[in-house]
């Protein structure tokens, strides 16, 4: 756990940064958008870290009269880890409220997982990492507007939906894209799935023999 609101701030905000140049230096988006998808990355990395700091900043603020920092800073690191999911398929509008739906989150996995289930994660692993991860993910099935990842899930280079260059789209596309939803929700749901899958049988095989 984090007793020094500095150390949480200044690994919340490195966290952040590390998104950006994560997003930079992803071979797979270099010729998306005519070489523009990291400038989009981040922009939306930024709008993320920045939704999910606002809503436990004024929570914080309003219940207990002043802000929390560990609660602020695990909102922008909330923020942050549902970017990863999302990346730069999603507009800008849809990183900020994807952002602030993961910071909402924070307040309220935290209150569940210490005061109710009694688990110990004193270090905010759930709030700030679990929860947010899913709904960054399952955003992506929603949000995602085609612009992004042309060839991407074996769907071929020249387009999906009868149309030529559509990438990863959801619910809400751009125009002259087809929507493409309940199916990209659902590939959402298989990929998280498939790596709580492999995640559970990885550890399991390196530790268990321990």
Excluded: E, K
């Amino acid at each position: 756990p984090v007793h020094l609101p500095l150390l949480a701030i200044v690994g919340s905000f490195l966290l952040m940064a590390g998104n950006i140049g994560w997003g930079w230096s992803n071979p797979l988006h270099a010729a998306a958008l005519g070489g523009l998808a990291p400038i989009r990355g981040s922009v939306n990395s930024v709008l993320y870290a920045t939704g999910g700091l606002l809503i436990p900043l004024l929570y914080s603020w309003f219940v207990a009269g002043s802000s929390d920092p560990l609660m602020t800073a695990r909102g922008l690191a909330a923020g942050a880890v549902a970017g990863l999911g999302a990346g730069p398929f999603v507009p800008p509008a849809a990183a900020l409220t994807i952002g602030l739906l993961a910071g909402a989150s924070v307040p309220l996995v935290t209150y569940l997982v210490d005061r109710r289930l009694r688990l110990n994660d004193s270090a905010g692993i759930v709030a700030m990492g679990f929860v947010p991860a899913l709904l960054g993910l399952l955003a992506t099935g929603i949000w995602a507007d085609g612009l992004l990842g042309s060839g991407w899930q074996a769907t071929g280079i020249g387009g999906i939906l009868g149309v030529s260059g559509q990438g990863v789209s959801g619910l809400w596309v751009a125009p002259g894209f087809q929507v493409n939803f309940p199916g990209q929700l659902q590939a959402q749901m298989i990929g998280i799935l498939a790596l709580g899958l492999w995640g559970f049988l990885a550890s399991l095989l390196l530790c268990g023999p321990l």
